[in-house]
C-alpha cells in the first residue's frame, strides 16, 4: 500500500508540474499581448507618445483585460482541460474577478514606481509592472484559479462512466 500512496503523491506532482508549465506558457503568452499594447499606448508603437502618454495606470488596465481574455480561453481549453468547472459559466466570472483582484498587485507596483519614487520611463514602468508585478500575481492566479474557477480534475468516471 505504501507503493501506491508514493505512486498517487508522484502523479499529482506530475499533474501539478505540467499545469504550472503549462499555465506560465499560457501567461507568458498573455502577457506578451499585454506588453506590447500598454507600451503602444503609453509609449507609443513607433517614436514618439502613446496616445495615453500620462496614463499608466489606465492603459496597463486596458492592456491588461485584454491579455486576460486571451488567458482564459487559454487556461480553459489548455492548461486546466482536464479540470472541471462547478460554475454554470464554465468559470468565466471568478476569472474575471481574481483577475481583476490580482491585478492590484502590478498596478500597485506601477504606482509605486511612478508617484513614489518618482521614475518616469519605459524601463521603469516595465520593470516594476511587466516583471516584478506580473510575477506576483501570476503565482497568486496559479493557485486561486486551480482552487476557485478550474476546481477538480476530470475523474475517469465522468469520461467513460
Given at each position: 500500500?505504501v507503493?501506491?500512496?508514493?505512486?498517487?503523491?508522484r502523479?499529482?506532482r506530475?499533474?501539478?508540474?505540467?499545469?504550472?508549465?503549462?499555465?506560465?506558457?499560457?501567461g507568458?503568452?498573455?502577457?506578451?499581448?499585454?506588453?506590447?499594447?500598454?507600451?503602444?499606448?503609453?509609449?507609443?508603437?513607433?517614436?514618439?507618445?502613446?496616445?495615453?502618454?500620462g496614463?499608466?495606470i489606465?492603459?496597463?488596465i486596458?492592456?491588461?483585460?485584454?491579455?486576460?481574455?486571451i488567458s482564459y480561453?487559454?487556461?480553459?481549453r489548455?492548461?486546466?482541460?482536464?479540470r472541471?468547472?462547478?460554475h454554470?459559466?464554465?468559470?468565466?466570472?471568478?476569472?474575471?474577478?481574481?483577475?481583476?483582484?490580482?491585478?492590484?498587485?502590478?498596478?500597485a507596483c506601477?504606482?509605486?514606481t511612478?508617484?513614489?519614487?518618482?521614475w518616469?520611463?519605459?524601463?521603469?514602468?516595465?520593470v516594476?509592472?511587466?516583471?516584478v508585478?506580473v510575477?506576483?500575481?501570476?503565482?497568486?492566479?496559479?493557485?486561486l484559479?486551480r482552487?476557485?474557477?478550474?476546481?477538480?480534475?476530470?475523474r475517469y468516471?465522468?469520461?467513460?462512466?
Open positions: 500500500m507503493f501506491g500512496g508514493q505512486l498517487l503523491g502523479l499529482r506530475t499533474r501539478l508540474f505540467g499545469e504550472a508549465v503549462r499555465f506560465m506558457m499560457v507568458g503568452i498573455a502577457t506578451a499581448v499585454a506588453f506590447v499594447l500598454f507600451n503602444g499606448l503609453v509609449h507609443g508603437f513607433f517614436m514618439g507618445a502613446g496616445p495615453m502618454n496614463q499608466p489606465p492603459a496597463y486596458i492592456a491588461n483585460t485584454v491579455g486576460m481574455l480561453d487559454l487556461s480553459r489548455w492548461t486546466f482541460r482536464h472541471v468547472s462547478e454554470a459559466d464554465g468559470g468565466f466570472t471568478a476569472y474575471v474577478v481574481i483577475n481583476a483582484v490580482t491585478m492590484l498587485l502590478p498596478v506601477l504606482y509605486v511612478r508617484s513614489v519614487i518618482g518616469d520611463s519605459a524601463i521603469a514602468d516595465n516594476s509592472a511587466n516583471v508585478g510575477l506576483l500575481g501570476q503565482i497568486a492566479r496559479f493557485f484559479f482552487k476557485f474557477v478550474f476546481g477538480r480534475p476530470i468516471t465522468q469520461v467513460y462512466g
